[in-house]
């Protein structure tokens, strides 16, 4: 089976403009979470979703905002970009059933705001 | 909160080798699981090991184990026979119990493996 895809790979972006995220999970799996991850630090939570409900939030300004589609396939948008927002962005999806507490990343989108 | 705390920015080992990598976290949640992830220099995150904290026993999938002491909130990685591919950033992870719930990271930790 493939595993989590995030499209695209990289994307560079002006202050001010918005930005569409997008990520495929891996078939069957129901939830998706998304996380930054600022250069040298670990993965900050932004959203999960389930069954296309928002679940979680993270502690980020309403700039992000998120959605999950009927194929459980999931895009993250954020308007008005800052030079802060430059990150890496992953995608994780988590299955259903004994498994349902562990999280499997896709590669990630490369995020430059200049 | 939760908080994850990995103390070892940078850690190196020999090739064949064993190295342990340190991690403690903070909660007040009887229920919860610990994570080991790895991100090498291609940036995908990919699952290493994980422990549910009802369970006593420790972990262990190949050359990787944990260290697991509930009470002083330790969670600390065990890579023997060290190979020059287990380069990476290691992440400590914890996440509460329940169905849905997100993932708190540490800071990570670089391990560079050296021939």
């Known amino acids: 089976d493939a595993g989590v895809t995030q499209s695209p790979t990289h994307l560079i972006k002006t202050r001010g403009q918005q930005v569409t995220l997008r990520c495929s999970p891996i078939?069957?799996?129901?939830?998706v979470s998304w996380y930054q991850q600022v250069l040298g630090q670990g993965p900050q939570f932004i959203f999960q979703?389930?069954?296309?409900?928002?679940?979680g939030r993270g502690n980020f300004p309403d700039r992000f905002s998120a959605r999950q589609f009927p194929n459980y396939s999931s895009e993250l948008n954020v308007n008005a970009l800052l030079l802060g927002d430059s990150a890496l962005y992953l995608c994780?999806?988590?299955?259903?059933?004994?498994?349902?507490?562990?999280?499997?990343f896709g590669p990630g989108t490369r995020l430059t705001v200049t | 909160a939760q908080t994850v705390t990995q103390s070892q920015p940078e850690m190196s080992v020999q090739e064949a080798e064993t190295v342990t990598l340190s991690c403690t976290y903070d909660?007040?949640?009887?229920?919860?699981?610990l994570f080991w992830y790895k991100q090498p220099p291609s940036r995908q995150m990919i699952l290493v090991i994980r422990?549910?904290?009802?369970?006593?026993q420790n972990a262990t999938e190949n050359r990787f184990s944990v260290n697991f002491q509930k009470a002083a909130k330790s969670f600390s990685l065990k890579i023997s026979d060290s190979q020059l591919g287990d380069t990476a950033m290691y992440f400590c992870?914890?996440?509460?119990?329940?169905?849905?719930?997100?993932?708190?990271f540490g800071k990570g930790t670089k391990l560079s493996v050296k021939p």
């Open positions: 078939s069957g799996h129901k939830s």
């Open positions: 979703y389930y069954e296309k409900e928002e679940r």
């Open positions: 992870a914890f996440r509460v119990g329940g169905s849905q719930g997100n993932l708190i």
């Open positions: 422990q549910e904290a009802y369970k006593q």
């Open positions: 994780a999806s988590t299955p259903f059933g004994p498994r349902a507490y562990e999280q499997y």
């Open positions: 909660t007040s949640e009887n229920n919860y699981y």
